[in-house]
């Protein structure tokens, strides 16, 4: 009873062909499972965002090996622009369906960029209580920013700001700019 053609599995779409298959009240719910549970074994914010990162860092790695497991002509990035951009424009579409807002470079210091998302979903559902005010749920995504350039041989620490929305600051380790300026010189 088969037609002769094979159906491809959703497991074996590319990324970057799919469709939003979530909804966003199911990403909410879980989301918030994630928060109770990080908040469950927190006694402070800062823990909290810690543990938040920490789930954030494992998606990330997981996210990654499943792009380029999937992506049959893809690359991987060695120039640190291309990187950050593949960071906002490609990651940000096959997380969120969107491209981040911006990507900027610090003025005072080569190591350290910016990308910008007005309005993070991940935040979007969160109501965060008086006690908790300085709460920011997108270190989460900075987890997961971090994870994808330290596993692509771009290490760097990446933290949740609130600034022009929700601002992920990248610094990157010296290495990757040392790196970068001799690809540069070639």
Request: glycine letters at 6%; aromatic letters at 8%.
């Amino acid at each position: 009873m088969s037609s002769g053609r094979s159906k491809t599995s959703i497991l074996d779409k590319p990324l970057s062909k799919g469709k939003g298959e979530i909804s966003l009240a199911l990403y909410a719910l879980l989301f918030s499972e994630i928060i109770q549970y990080c908040q469950n074994r927190s006694h402070s914010i800062n823990e909290l965002q810690n543990k938040l990162s920490e789930i954030g860092q494992d998606v990330g790695t997981r996210l990654l090996d499943l792009y380029f497991v999937r992506e049959r002509n893809s690359k991987r990035e060695i120039k640190l622009l291309n990187m950050l951009l593949f960071v906002k424009s490609t990651l940000w579409k096959v997380l969120f369906g969107k491209e981040a807002d911006k990507l900027e470079h610090a003025n005072d210091d080569e190591r350290t960029y910016y990308i910008i998302e007005k309005d993070a979903l991940v935040n979007k559902f969160i109501s965060v209580p008086k006690d908790k005010g300085s709460l920011n749920c997108a270190t989460f995504n900075a987890g997961i920013i971090e994870a994808v350039l330290t596993k692509s041989g771009f290490p760097a620490k990446v933290t949740a700001h609130w600034h022009k929305g929700t601002t992920y600051m990248v610094k990157f380790d010296d290495s990757v700019i040392a790196r970068d300026k001799s690809l540069d010189d070639r």
